[in-house]
């Protein structure tokens, strides 16, 4: 008798799942809180992860006539950066798995007048994207919602050109006992007001589980290394409680 293979299980916050029904649960997550993403968003950084964005581009290196993947790219914050930066002569695409989150960032990029970013719903672990096609791929506050982590960091090595950058902004830890415990204690209020705005705390008890189970700075750098990755660093941000990781593929 054919001897059926062992179920792997994964983190889902502080929940164990079997690891094929992870992405139907984040789905579920960001499908849900899709249209106040954004408020939510300016509320539980105080506004400070436009700040954040905006050293990702500055970080990147990206200059005018580049191809950049912004995965897991939601609501379109960083596409709408990047776009002007690319120009007309570049190219900017938008990923992300949930279809809910992509159409309001297609609204809201069209309400800037950026109709040069394209659409594509992938899973990061599956990118439909021929070998080295972007000079540049963005992926903010979106890993530590990816099932296997590792997987969708080689597939970003895969689709990057050599001397491409990666750009990986995310939640992370703090190196102050202190501040720690302080954040912690912020953290959790977030269910209270995801609550308020959005009329469904559950979602945001998640992503702060999703916080706290996310893997260390030093932890995802060498996460980033063993991809295949190279010159790889961390920048902590309000030390450490957000971090960008940036990288480079190997020239040859």
């Known amino acids: 008798m054919e001897q059926k ?3 792997e299980f994964v983190d889902f916050g502080y929940e164990k799942i079997p690891a094929d029904e992870k992405n139907d649960r984040v789905a579920t997550v960001f499908s849900t809180i899709s249209t106040r993403y ?16 905006r050293m990702v581009i500055e970080m990147s290196s990206t200059r005018a006539g580049d191809r950049v993947l912004d995965l897991a790219g939601g609501t379109g914050d960083l596409s709408a950066l990047f776009a002007p930066v690319v120009g ?6 938008l990923a992300d798995i949930n279809a809910p989150m992509m159409e ?3 609204d809201q990029l069209l309400n800037k007048g950026l109709t040069e970013v394209a659409f594509c719903q992938a899973n990061a672990e599956f990118l439909p ?8 791929i963005s992926m903010g506050f979106g890993l530590r919602n990816v099932t296997h982590k590792e997987v969708a960091l080689r597939e970003m090595c895969r689709v990057l050109k050599p001397g491409g950058r990666l750009l990986v902004l995310e ?13 912690s204690g912020f953290q959790a209020l977030w269910p209270a007001f995801g609550k308020l705005i959005t009329g469904d705390a559950s979602p945001y008890s998640y992503l702060v589980e999703s916080i706290r189970m996310h893997p260390g700075q030093q932890a ?16 902590n941000l309000l030390n450490g409680i957000v971090s960008i990781h940036r990288a480079t593929k ?3």
């Open 38 to 53: 954004d408020v939510m968003n300016d509320l539980m950084s105080l506004g400070l992860h436009r700040v954040f964005k």
């Open 88 to 93: 007309s002569t570049g190219q900017v695409v």
């Open 250 to 252: 190997a020239q040859n």
């Open 129 to 136: 994207f021929a070998e080295a096609s972007f000079n540049c």
């Open 220 to 235: 995802l750098k060498q996460m980033i290394e063993d991809a295949g990755f190279e010159t790889v660093q961390y920048h």
């Open 5 to 7: 293979p062992e179920t």
């Open 171 to 183: 939640f992370s830890k703090p190196q102050n006992k202190l501040l720690e415990a302080g954040y």
């Open 104 to 106: 309001v960032g297609r």
